[in-house]
């Protein structure tokens, strides 16, 4: 197993927050520090970076190509269920159509190559309940995730730990910030989080796995917790005070 820096995106190295380097998402941009930038291609000379996010391949693009500095390993996107080594665009996920189709008034997120992603109407009251009928109903087994006003339905359980393992990657570090990180943070012996972390992740990363939680959240929180980083990868290489 390749020992590499897992990171995820929202949350963790994008903010809402306004930066140097902005990237779109389905409605509004997340924004990355020119500061976290430099950082992250100066650690990538000493560890491989793989990016594990909740993002579509299409959408992760849009940040990786701002980067062409960093030294990306591999990408695990839709919470694990994709795994690769280099990305590329991609059709959706036509399993899904069936679905999709029972449920015309709601919006279908684009990009997604294994989950279906829906925005359901402002007055839809329950919008899972209607959904998992709508599953029934077809036959199509699913697992459902909210997430704000989205919802996703994935075919399998999502980890983004089983996705880095696909790729033959170890998350010997790891960046993450919500319960969708929590297993390849609990598998890092060095993980790391931000102060508006969910709380479940920063008992993982302090308590159980004696990790780094910054006392600072958005860009700051993100400059610090890379300069954390930074510092172990110069210390694994043997190359502190240099």
């Known amino acids: 197993m390749e020992k590499v820096l897992a990171v995820d995106l929202d949350g963790t190295l994008l903010h809402p927050e306004p930066e140097a380097i902005a990237v779109?998402?389905?409605?509004?941009?997340?924004?990355?520090s020119r500061m976290a930038a430099q950082l992250l291609e100066e650690i990538s000379h000493q560890m491989p970076v793989a990016i594990a996010s909740a993002r579509n391949a299409q959408s992760v693009k849009g940040l990786v190509d701002q980067l062409p500095q960093v030294n990306f390993c591999g990408f695990v996107t839709e919470n694990g269920l994709v795994a690769r080594r280099h990305l590329h665009p991609v059709a959706h996920a036509s399993k899904?159509?069936?679905?999709?189709?029972?449920?015309?008034?709601?919006?279908?997120?684009?990009?997604?190559?294994?989950?279906?992603?829906?925005?359901?109407?402002?007055?839809?009251?329950?919008?899972?309940?209607?959904l998992r009928s709508v599953l029934c109903q077809t036959g199509?087994?699913?697992?459902?995730?909210?997430?704000?006003?989205?919802?996703?339905?994935?075919?399998?359980?999502?980890?983004?730990?089983?996705?880095?393992?696909?790729?033959?990657?170890?998350?010997?570090?790891?960046l993450g910030n919500d319960l969708n990180d929590l297993?390849?943070?609990?598998?890092?012996?060095?993980?790391?989080?931000?102060?508006?972390?969910?709380?479940?992740?920063k008992d993982v990363v302090k308590l159980k796995q004696g990790g780094y939680c910054s006392p600072a959240w958005s860009h700051a929180g993100t400059r610090d917790i890379l300069l954390w980083i930074k510092t172990l990868c110069a210390r694994r290489s043997g190359t502190v005070g240099i």
């Open 96 to 130: 899904w159509d069936i679905v999709a189709n029972l449920l015309p008034d709601w919006q279908r997120i684009t990009g997604y190559e294994q989950c279906l992603g829906l925005i359901p109407p402002t007055s839809v009251d329950n919008p899972e309940a209607i």
């Open 24 to 32: 779109w998402g389905r409605s509004r941009y997340r924004y990355m």
């Open 183 to 201: 297993d390849m943070l609990g598998h890092s012996p060095h993980p790391a989080t931000l102060a508006d972390a969910h709380e479940k992740v």
């Open 140 to 174: 199509k087994p699913g697992y459902i995730y909210l997430d704000r006003h989205k919802i996703f339905v994935y075919p399998a359980p999502s980890s983004k730990l089983s996705g880095l393992g696909q790729l033959g990657l170890e998350p010997w570090m790891a």
